[in-house]
């Protein structure tokens, strides 16, 4: 490669990454900003926002909220994703088809469309909405995406090591204990990492089907359209913090997973 | 190595839809045989041992082994184990893991797993390092004797095979089916193998199946299917061969229908007997057909152009085409090497004993 090339490839890069970073650069500059509004340069910085933040009881219960159902949706749609990729990916049964079209279907609806039909759905049953609403609304949207990462999983291993482990002697249990389990978890722990963000981070499913309660990006929104003040964007940033640590605990995970089998026939002997 | 059947198979079909991949099978296999199952692919005979080994159901049938029915019995609960053709070790596993996986099931107590894995990895020569190995490290043929160590830990009654050696390289392959044979003769278990390479099939096998559409076309030992096919599709499936249509006289010998064949006496024997009219076929293999030179003579003979010559290593095969333009192939050892050139115009023939008449099913 000629050196003007590669100055000019390393410049688009920079370009490429300041247009993903900027913006979220720019909402931890707003976040520790003296002055009620944001204005660039800042002139004076201030970190008290954070301490507000972190004391307000507003954002604490924003922050059980939001934990709540992003945490209930990771579970179920790891449970719900483990199974539904089996029935997807290794069983062979009559409406295969119908139902690998069938489960992918959420994602392509738009989710305002979604949130609306939800709200809708849950009134004509009577059901009042609020944060439970809400983990079903995102479930609908998750679990297939949960499904689909697990499945890519199961699709990506020879169906011969179920039937080989059966063929000595596994029972079905035991099958799905030594060989699909350990097998499948990569993906399921993948699925709920992404289970985890996709829920954390939903503002339009949670919009319509939350009710009376709040999750932090329903209410970042509602204080950006009136009461703006740097809390807004320091509750972002303690956000994006959230989701920092949770990458962080998953990527930890999967190296103690790979470690341990390792270790485990190493340690055999 | 005649016994009672160690595995009896009645009758036994399997239909998926419309398509009939078995049909009503019949066989014996004795104990401590090694049989091969060769077909070409779609001829069923990954199905079959698939419905042996448990993993699929068949559709009709009976299966025995020794005194017990088991083809309801699920694989999980069947005394056989199968070498996949992936060979479907457990990438999650090591070497040795993989190894005793079948022991501990049964609960074995680790020690005696560990013991028992190390003289599996000895009679497979394996060093005995390799039992902390993790399955990627291993090399193609390794992972072929860590499945077969795997397999033999099971202690199966009938070991079954889905062409294992197809993946591999051919020196390889063919180092690998002479061990398979050798271990064949040192543990004494039965083996059944399955594979669409005859030569693998000759090389290891007590008797060999040949298998056509879901149905067995001949069963025998290996010499006998290859000196005797019953039929065109045994005979061509068992390597070079030349077949000529031919009809019964009333001379009581044999014409040929396609190529101009002279057949010299007219007592062939009762092996090549064949009422007036009646068509079959004749087949010779072309390392039993000679160039005959001046007023030599055969029992067959048929005249022709030295159409080619192809240098095969040991042996040399010619292509010799016929008046009526078919082609017949000839091989002969290399230092036996027929002396004349492309171009000329050769005599052919061969006695009836190297002779074989595949009459009409």
């Known amino acids: ?13 920079m370009l490429a990454i300041l247009f993903l970073y900027l913006p979220i650069i720019s909402v931890g500059f707003a976040s520790v900003s003296k002055a009620r509004y944001l204005t660039f340069p800042i002139k004076r910085y201030a970190t008290k ?20 159902v992003a945490l209930l949706v990771t579970v179920i749609s790891m449970v719900v994703g483990f199974f539904g990729a089996l029935a997807f990916a290794r069983y062979q049964w009559r409406f295969r088809g119908t139902f690998q079209k069938l489960i992918l279907l959420p994602i392509f609806f738009p989710q305002a469309v979604l949130g609306l ?12 909405p609020s944060w439970k609403t809400a983990v079903v609304a995102h479930l609908v949207w998750i679990s297939p995406i949960a499904t689909l990462i697990i499945a890519i999983r199961a699709y990506s291993f020879d169906p011969a090591l179920e039937e080989a482990a059966r063929d000595m002697g596994a029972s079905t249990w035991t099958v799905m204990k030594e060989i699909t ?15 985890f963000l996709l829920s954390w981070g939903n503002f339009p499913l949670s919009l319509f089907t939350t009710g009376a309660d709040s999750t932090l990006p329903e209410w970042l929104y509602a204080k950006m359209v009136s009461g703006y003040s740097p809390l807004v964007p320091s509750v972002g940033i303690l956000s994006i913090f959230t989701s920092i640590v949770l990458l962080l605990v998953g990527v930890i995970v999967m190296w103690i997973i790979r470690a341990r089998s390792e270790a485990s026939s190493a340690n055999a002997r | ?103 501990k099931l049964r609960r074995q107590n680790p020690l005696d797993r560990k013991a028992r894995a190390d003289e599996l990895l000895d009679l497979l020569h394996l060093p005995q390092s390799f039992y902390d190995k993790r399955i990627h ?16 830990a099971f202690d199966p009654e009938i ?18 089916e002479k061990e ?18 005859l030569e693998e099939a000759m090389v290891m096998s007590d008797r060999i199946a040949i298998m056509r559409s879901g149905r067995f076309e001949q069963i025998a030992v290996a010499d006998e299917i290859y000196a005797r096919p019953v039929s065109r599709f045994v005979a061509e499936f068992m390597g070079e061969v030349n077949l000529f249509s031919v009809e019964g006289t009333a001379s009581g010998t044999l014409v040929g229908t396609e190529v101009d064949i002279r057949v010299a006496s007219a007592d062939l024997g009762s092996g090549m007997n064949l009422a007036v009219g009646v068509s079959a076929t004749l087949m010779v293999r072309p390392e039993a057909v000679q160039f005959l030179s001046g007023d030599d003579d055969a029992d067959f003979m048929v005249e022709g152009l030295l159409k080619a010559e192809y240098a095969l290593g040991s042996r040399t095969q010619y292509k010799v085409e016929a008046d009526n333009g078919d082609e017949l192939a000839v091989e002969k050892l290399r230092e036996d090497r027929f002396s004349g050139q492309v171009g000329d115009r050769v005599r052919l023939g061969w006695n009836v004993e190297h002779a074989h008449l595949i009459r009409p099913g």
Not at chain 2, 138 to 146: I, Y
Not at chain 2, 180 to 197: A, M, N, P
């Open chain 2, 1 to 103: 190595m005649r016994s009672e059947p160690i595995l009896r198979l009645e009758g036994v079909s399997k239909v998926f839809g419309e398509f009939t991949a078995l049909d009503q099978i019949d066989l014996d296999i004795h104990e401590g045989e090694f049989l091969t199952i060769v077909g070409p692919s779609g001829s069923g005979k990954t199905t079959l041992i698939r419905i042996l080994v448990g993993i699929e159901e068949l559709s009709k049938g009976k299966i025995w082994l020794r005194d017990a029915r088991i083809e309801k019995l699920p694989a999980n609960l069947r005394p056989t184990c199968m070498v996949f053709q992936s060979l479907a070790l457990f990438p999650h596993k090591s070497v040795g893991e993989n190894i005793e996986f079948p022991l």
């Open chain 1, 1 to 13: 490669m000629s050196r003007s090339a590669r100055i000019a490839l390393g410049l688009y890069g």
């Open chain 1, 117 to 128: 039909a939800l709200l809708l759905w849950f009134n004509a049953l009577g059901i009042i």
């Open chain 2, 180 to 197: 398979l044979k050798d271990l064949h003769q040192r543990t004494g278990k039965t083996f059944v193998y399955i594979t669409h390479s």
């Open chain 2, 137 to 152: 490290e291993c090399s193609g043929g390794e992972r072929q004797r860590v499945a077969l160590a795997r397999a033999l």
């Open chain 1, 49 to 68: 926002w954070y301490g507000k933040a972190i004391e307000s009881s507003t954002v604490q219960d924003l922050l059980v909220t939001s934990l709540s």
């Open chain 1, 181 to 195: 389990g350990p097998l499948l978890w990569p993906g399921v722990v993948s699925a709920g990492l992404f289970a």
């Open chain 2, 159 to 176: 070991l079954f095979f889905d062409e294992p050696l197809s993946a591999l390289d051919f020196r390889l392959r063919k180092n690998l």
